[in-house]
Structures are given as structure tokens and as C-alpha cells.
């Protein structure tokens, strides 16, 4: 669990991060959070698909970046190889806080890698943010924005049974197999069956929109088989 503090000038004054990539600096992970608002965004790189918590009975929606835990295949050495980065990536080491009245605030993992002497700096010798800071701060109030209109996109989705689970077998060219289990994805034969009074209603709750980039984000499975395909080969 991230270990968070609150982010201020008088403790992190020469706080720096570091902003390239590797699986140094926390990137090797199999997926990552997105929000309904920027699947638009990543829809081009990623295969997005969502993932239930029991324990919650909440859905989440994944990016895909790998089939085994700890796996990374858009990780090129210190190269992220794809156009778009999810908002939950870009935003590290910092997170969403609250105040006690519910004010969003900028928190800090303290025990980010990415936490790094050589880095970039977050204050300016003035105490005052650097661009860097004040554009994560950008991307921070997007995440927490996408998390807070998220729940009714979810609830829509249930509503109108619009989520199938998916179990994937991919064997790539080694002979080696994987098996993805445990996801749901877009129901597309439910969806097309919608009348279009659902699908009004949709469209203009502002749903309708991020069902089809899920839906759309599907193609690039065979791309991401594809890179463990070439890595397994060398």
C-alpha cells in the first residue's frame, strides 16, 4: 500500500521525480486503472477490459499492458512504446487526498521509486510548483474527476447487462499458453440488441460514447499477443 503523505513546500522542498521509464521505476505491471473519461485517450494502445471486486461488488476498468503479473509488454527497455500513458501512470508518485472538509489535495507515495534525487524538482527554490508539479496537478484533478463520474457509467452498464466475462486462451508461436481469467468485457450482441430509447438515454447520460472505445480497445489484444509473441522469440 502506497505510503502517503501530504505534499508541501516546508518538507519536500527538494523533493525530485524521476520521469523516464523502466521497470526501475515501478512501470513493470501487468495493468492499469482507467477512467471512463480518457478511454478515448488510450483506447488506440490498450486493450481496455473491467474487472469486478468481490469484496466491493464494484467494477474497475483495467488497461491491459501484459498477461502475467508483473509483466510490461509496452516496456522498451527505458521506452514506454505506445502514444498515450492512462492518467493513473502519469500522475505517480503523487495521488488524490482529501482534506477533513472533502477538498480534493495533493498527496505523496513516500515510498515511490520514482522518488529520486536526480530527478526532476517539484518546488522551485521559492516553495512555489514547477511547471512539472502543476502539470501533474492537471492530470490529478482529470483522475479525480473521471473517478467521481465513473460510478454512474458502471451502474449503467449493470443496469442495462452490457458486461460479459471474458476468459481469453492465447497460445503464442513458442507453444507456451496463457489463460486470462477473472475480466469482463462489452457485450456486444447485448448492446446491439438495445432499443433506441436505451440507447438515447445513454448517449445523452454521456455513456455511449466510452462503451464503444471499450469496445474498440479489443483490437489491440492481437497486438499486445503479438509483443509477447517477439519477446518469448528474442
Known amino acids: 500500500m502506497a505510503n502517503h503523505t501530504i505534499l508541501d513546500p516546508a518538507h519536500h522542498r527538494e523533493l525530485r ?42 467494477f474497475d476498468a483495467l488497461a491491459l499492458f501484459g498477461f502475467e503479473t508483473g509483466e510490461n509488454l509496452y516496456l522498451a527497455g527505458d521506452r514506454w512504446d505506445a502514444g498515450a500513458l492512462p492518467l493513473s ?29 536526480a530527478g526532476v524538482r517539484v518546488f522551485d527554490d521559492a516553495g512555489a510548483p514547477t511547471p512539472y508539479l502543476e502539470a501533474a496537478i492537471e492530470k490529478l484533478r482529470a483522475l479525480d ?14 443496469r442495462h447487462e452490457l458486461l460479459e466475462p471474458l476468459t481469453l486462451d492465447v497460445t503464442l508461436q513458442s507453444g507456451a499458453q496463457h489463460r486470462l481469467i477473472g475480466y469482463h468485457v462489452i457485450d456486444e450482441d447485448r448492446l446491439r440488441s438495445l432499443d433506441a430509447a436505451v440507447l438515447g438515454e445513454l448517449h ?31
Open 204 to 234: 445523452g447520460e454521456g455513456h455511449l460514447m466510452p462503451i464503444f472505445m471499450a469496445l474498440a480497445s479489443l483490437t489491440n489484444m492481437s497486438g499486445l499477443i503479438a509483443r509477447k509473441n517477439r519477446l518469448v522469440g528474442g
Open 145 to 158: 474527476s473521471g473517478h467521481a463520474r465513473a460510478p454512474a457509467f458502471f451502474a449503467a452498464l449493470r
Open 89 to 117: 501512470m502519469e500522475i505517480r508518485p503523487f495521488l488524490i487526498g482529501r482534506t477533513p472538509e472533502g477538498q480534493g489535495q495533493v498527496h505523496l507515495d513516500a515510498d515511490s521509486a520514482r522518488i529520486d534525487p
Open 17 to 58: 521525480v524521476a520521469t523516464q521509464h523502466g521497470a526501475g521505476w515501478g512501470d513493470a505491471i501487468m495493468s492499469a486503472v482507467v477512467v471512463p473519461d480518457e478511454f478515448r485517450r488510450v483506447q488506440n494502445d490498450y486493450p481496455i477490459l473491467f474487472r469486478l471486486d468481490l469484496a466491493t461488488d464494484r
